[in-house]
């Protein structure tokens, strides 16, 4: 059975009635937030007297429709709820829904413990993530007891976090990070190895970069705070226009050829943002990234015109 995201809730919140035991539920998100389009996903919490009950997704994702493939996350949680379970699923026609299976009585735990912050729980309360979900807007399907209110209540009338620029120890640190990289992803590409170059261009060199663009979008917009949710899916929006211009030689193709234009973009950008971050906060560079750039440019091969 083939169905759309609004159809699939209003099956899920059926489905809930003959389950006493799932006392709230709520849609977060895009949908929670009446933003959503035919390519976003599902995001639903649902809070539980047993929630041990759905830890075997065999034994109720199905019931909701024609399942393609799920994926039980016990030690991947909720963004923002530490005692989340979390499933993620693909239903017929593609539509991707990530639920987050929360005990109830952790609602109760929460609230004390963001009351009273020096009271010692054994259980971690919600961190910034879910402060977010609620501050961007959520759909409540059903709220029986009224405890998610007084969650949500709880959370939103917390301060919002103040952003501040990093300190020169993170900034340098983000700097070594990311200049150690070009050296070892051009020996892998020497020998051949493209797809462990592939590996780490697209992990830890990005993640840097990131960093980068995100400090570089903060200096020109102020240091508030990020969404750390968003921050990759809307990147197009609230970065640089030269991040935004060099994102397809960025990622580039799986050829060996591609991956040297990525490495040599990402150094471009990467160099420019940094040393405009540096400026910005009074930093210096401390390492030798103009050395660096200019030896990884000797290691492209010579039948690499372009370069």
Not at 74 to 83: E, L, Y
Not at 163 to 173: C, I, N, T, V, Y
Request: proline fraction near 7%; charge should be negative.
């Amino acid at each position: 059975m083939t169905q759309d995201a609004e159809s699939f809730i209003t099956r899920f919140t059926t489905w809930t009635e003959a389950r006493p035991d799932i006392r709230a539920a709520l849609v977060a998100g895009s949908y929670g937030r009446a933003a959503g389009d035919a390519h976003s996903d599902v995001d639903i919490l649902l809070f539980c007297r047993r929630a041990d009950r759905y830890a075997d997704p065999d034994r109720w994702l199905p019931a909701l429709g024609t399942l393609w493939a799920s994926l039980y996350a016990p030690d991947d949680p909720f963004p923002g709820f530490p005692m989340a379970r979390s499933m993620f699923c693909i239903y017929a026609g593609g539509l991707v829904v990530d639920f987050g299976v929360i005990p109830l009585w952790t609602i109760h735990w929460w609230r004390r413990a963001l009351a009273s912050p020096l009271r010692r729980l054994p259980y971690l309360p919600p961190g910034d993530d879910a402060v977010r979900i609620f501050r961007d807007g959520v759909r409540v399907l059903f709220d029986h007891d009224g405890d998610l209110a007084r969650l949500r209540d709880t959370l939103l009338a917390l301060p919002v976090p103040a952003g501040s620029p990093p300190g020169l120890d993170a900034f340098q640190r983000n700097l070594g990070d990311f200049w150690y990289g070009p050296a070892d992803i051009a020996r892998h590409l020497r020998r051949g190895e493209v797809f462990q170059a592939q590996m780490l261009l697209h992990r830890p060199q990005k993640r840097c970069l990131l960093t980068m663009i995100e400090w570089h979008a903060r200096c020109r917009g102020g240091w508030v705070q990020a969404d750390g949710l968003n921050r990759t899916k809307t990147l197009e929006k609230w970065a640089d226009p030269r991040v935004v211009e060099a994102l397809p030689a960025l990622f580039g193709g799986c050829e060996a050829d591609a991956c040297w234009r990525s490495l040599l973009a990402q150094m471009d950008i990467f160099y420019d943002l940094s040393r405009e971050v540096a400026a910005h906060l009074g930093y210096d560079i401390p390492v030798q990234d103009d050395a660096i750039r200019a030896w990884i440019r000797t290691q492209v091969p010579v039948d690499e015109a372009w370069a």
